[in-house]
Antibody, heavy 119, light 108 residues
Framework: EVQVVESGGGLVQPGGSLRLSCAASGFTFSSHEMNWVRQAPGKGLEWVSYISSSGTTIYYADSVKGRFTISRDNAKNSLYLQMNSLRAEDTAVYYC????????????WGQGTLVTVSS | EIVMTQSPDTLSVSPGERATLSCRASQSVSSNLAWYQQKPGQAPRLLIHGASTRATGIPARFSGSGSGTEFTLTISSLHSEDFAVYYCQQYNNWPPYTFGQGTKLEIK
């Protein structure tokens, strides 16, 4: 069974840092491109970052560029999001989402991890 | 950046009736469009990709159509479990991948 499970969320002060993890199982992780998508409370979905299957190609939303870093460890079947210089507007549920090999949408999502940026 | 606009923001429909949700792209995305369903407290679920192909396990009452800039998600006969928020997403011109703002489908 395909599973992606996020962890690492929590309460952090503005300007602080947090590292999210996503543990993948039930599929060949190294064959799939991965993404982080977030959802602020009561709001819609916002794509945050993309990483290719090998980790060589990376993209970020303008709203997080220069502050967030996506990475992956294919040997550990894990995806990461290092978040620095956090702002109140980064408060959201962060989802790890898998792309199928066809690149057509996101076919598996984790349950999400809540990040709250507040003093 | 391609802007995705969904309409209406809220749709009230009775169980057993048909629901039609719309999504418009600010420029052509060919058929590179997906639809997702999200229920409260849950992650989104992929319903449709390629504008009209149902994802694995999605019931036949869900159908997608359109290409270019105009897309439609139709639920032929609403079940109680279909009341949720629906999002469209383009994956033609990226980054960024862009989502619509969502349509809330509520019970009339």
């Amino acid at each position: 069974e395909v599973q992606v499970v996020e962890s690492g969320g929590g309460l952090v002060q503005p300007g602080g840092s947090l590292r999210l993890s996503c543990a993948a199982s039930g599929f060949t992780f190294s064959s799939h491109e991965m993404n982080w998508v977030r959802q602020a409370p009561g709001k819609g979905l916002e794509w945050v970052s993309y990483i290719s299957s090998s980790g060589t190609t990376i993209y970020y939303a303008d709203s997080v560029k220069g502050r967030f870093t996506i990475s992956r460890d294919n040997a550990k079947n894990s995806l990461y999001l290092q978040m620095n210089s956090l702002r109140a507007e980064d408060t959201a549920v962060y989802y790890c989402a898998r792309e199928p090999v066809t690149g057509t949408g996101y076919d598996y999502w984790g349950q999400g991890t809540l990040v709250t940026v507040s003093s | 950046e391609i802007v995705m606009t969904q309409s209406p923001d809220t749709l009230s429909v009775s169980p057993g009736e048909r629901a039609t949700l719309s999504c418009r792209a600010s420029q052509s995305v060919s058929s590179n469009l997906a639809w997702y369903q999200q229920k409260p407290g849950q992650a989104p679920r992929l319903l449709i990709h390629g504008a009209s192909t149902r994802a694995t396990g999605i019931p036949a009452r869900f159908s997608g159509s359109g290409s270019g800039t105009e897309f439609t998600l139709t639920i032929s006969s609403l079940h109680s479990e279909d009341f949720a928020v629906y999002y469209c997403q383009q994956y033609n011109n990226w980054p960024p991948y862009t989502f619509g703002q969502g349509t809330k489908l509520e019970i009339k």
